[in-house]
């Protein structure tokens, strides 16, 4: 079993940075693919950007490209999302997940375990 935790979620200005964090506990991430997702007020929940613990491997959705960076720290098995340059349209609520696959995963669906969610709002 793996629980995640998020952190880092906020209020911020347009063009202003954050920084989330997903911690994991239970085990340690080394097999894992793991990812952030984003659900806005009154839509559906959608992919942000994935890493391969393993490989590095990245994936990023065509929104956040240039402007959010995934991240991992083995020693903390922490998974990170800089997110710079943010604009009203990122204000939702940020998801991470841990899938047991070892390459970037897009899908929400083939993901096993969600953290709880935390909340980034950007005013314009």
């Known amino acids: 079993q793996v629980q995640l935790v998020e952190s880092g979620g906020g209020l911020v200005q347009a063009g202003g940075s954050l920084r989330l964090s997903c911690a994991a506990s239970?085990?340690?991430?080394?097999?894992?693919?793991v990812g952030w997702f984003r659900q806005p007020p009154g839509k559906e929940r959608e992919f942000v950007a994935a890493?391969?613990?393993?490989?590095?491997?990245?994936a990023y959705a065509d929104s956040v490209k240039g402007r959010f960076t995934i991240s991992k720290d083995n020693a903390k098995n922490t998974v990170y999302l800089q997110m710079n340059s943010l604009k009203p349209e990122d204000t939702a609520v940020y998801y991470c997940?841990?899938?047991?696959?070892?390459?970037?995963?897009?899908?929400?669906?083939?993901?096993?375990?969600w953290g709880q969610g935390t909340q980034v709002t950007v005013s314009s």
């Open positions: 997940a841990a899938a047991a696959l070892r390459i970037p995963i897009v899908v929400a669906a083939l993901y096993d375990y």
């Open positions: 239970g085990r340690t991430f080394s097999s894992y693919s």
């Open positions: 890493i391969s613990w393993s490989s590095g491997r990245t």
